[in-house]
């Protein structure tokens, strides 16, 4: 009876101690610290045998905390979230692509502003020296100039099916040409004939506007919103520019009709009748380039994703 007794006291004790300070005004402070003093002069073999917590608190207390998550808490610990998709993906930022085409040959740049749109720019170069062609009898030696930068807005329709507005924001391409005509020669300007009184020579140019607008349609994309990053473009339209405007400048002696040499020959440069008819002649050329103010647009590109 004494092992058993003994523990049940130690328990009451306890619980005395225990609600002694939350009774407050019922309870006074000397009656609590003599219930602590009896507890604490109890032997501590008195409690062999009792336990004061149970199997099931054992066992859980043994156990890691994480036994207890989920097996989709642990998958989502273990694996790194997938990338995002769609209008979250992150658009590509740069690419760059070598071109060849009607504006000549050149390197072009691209970044991505919008899901199904690039900003693209690139410059142009391309020199070629034109055979020998003769224009009223006179003998006119050429060289092609292509020269400009520009700047495109891509936008996907569909695919890789794009629709670009833009414009070359220099515009330096050219035509300059020399022109010879051998003493005695016959010639004509603005449908009136002139004889070469000693060689006469002279200068052609073939200016276009500084600037000018451009349209194209293509299929391609120099920035692929997948993971592949070899990249082809076309590219057709045309360059929308003023009517050249041909200038014709002329230096030497010529005679009137088709006898050289004769009592007062003409100073091509400065005689207002002949620079009158220069200008006819002018003319006529700007007419027959009037086409010219539509320049056609066709671009092959090979390019990379960064």
Same mark, same amino acid.
């Given at each position: ?59 859980? *207390? ?36 070598? !071109?060849? +085409?009607?504006?000549?040959? /050149? ?11 690039? @900003? ?45 507005? /833009? ?13 010879? @005509? ?31 607008? !451009? ?21 057709? +339209? ?10 014709? *400048?002329?230096? /030497? ?54």
């Amino acid at each position: 009876m004494r092992r058993v007794s003994q523990p049940l006291v130690v328990l009451l004790c306890i619980c005395a101690a225990l609600l002694l300070p939350a009774s407050g005004s019922g309870r006074s402070v000397n009656d609590t610290i003599a219930a602590q003093n009896v507890i604490s002069s109890l032997p501590l073999n008195q409690f062999k045998g009792i336990s004061l917590y149970n199997a099931n608190t054992e066992v859980a *207390s043994s156990v890691p905390l994480g036994k207890f998550e989920s097996s989709s808490t642990a998958l989502m610990l273990a694996t790194p979230p997938p990338p995002p998709r769609g209008k979250n993906r992150k658009l590509p930022r740069f690419g760059v692509q070598f !071109t060849s +085409g009607t504006l000549g040959f /050149g390197g072009q740049a691209a970044t991505a502003v919008l899901r199904r749109a690039n @900003i693209r720019v690139g410059f142009n170069y391309f020199s070629y020296t034109l055979p020998t062609f003769n224009k009223d009898n006179a003998s006119y030696k050429g060289s092609l100039n292509l020269r400009s930068f520009q700047a495109d807005f891509d936008y996907y329709l569909f695919g890789g099916f794009h629709v670009s507005p /833009g414009g070359l924001l220099y515009n330096g391409n050219k035509v300059d040409a020399t022109a010879f @005509i051998p003493n005695g020669q016959s010639f004509t300007l603005g449908g009136t004939q002139y004889t070469a009184d000693g060689n006469i020579t002279g200068t052609g140019t073939l200016p276009l506007n500084r600037a000018a607008p !451009t349209v194209k349609i293509g299929f391609g994309n120099l920035l692929p919103r997948s993971r592949r990053h070899f990249t082809f473009n076309f590219d057709l +339209g045309a360059v929308f520019q003023q009517a050249p405007k041909v200038g014709v *400048s002329l230096v /030497g002696l010529a005679c009137p009709g088709s006898t050289s040499p004769c009592a007062t020959p003409l100073n091509v440069a400065t005689d207002p009748t002949v620079q009158t008819n220069i200008a006819s002649e002018e003319a006529k050329i700007n007419k027959d380039l009037k086409f010219f103010r539509y320049y056609p647009i066709i671009s092959f590109g090979f390019g990379w994703k960064f």
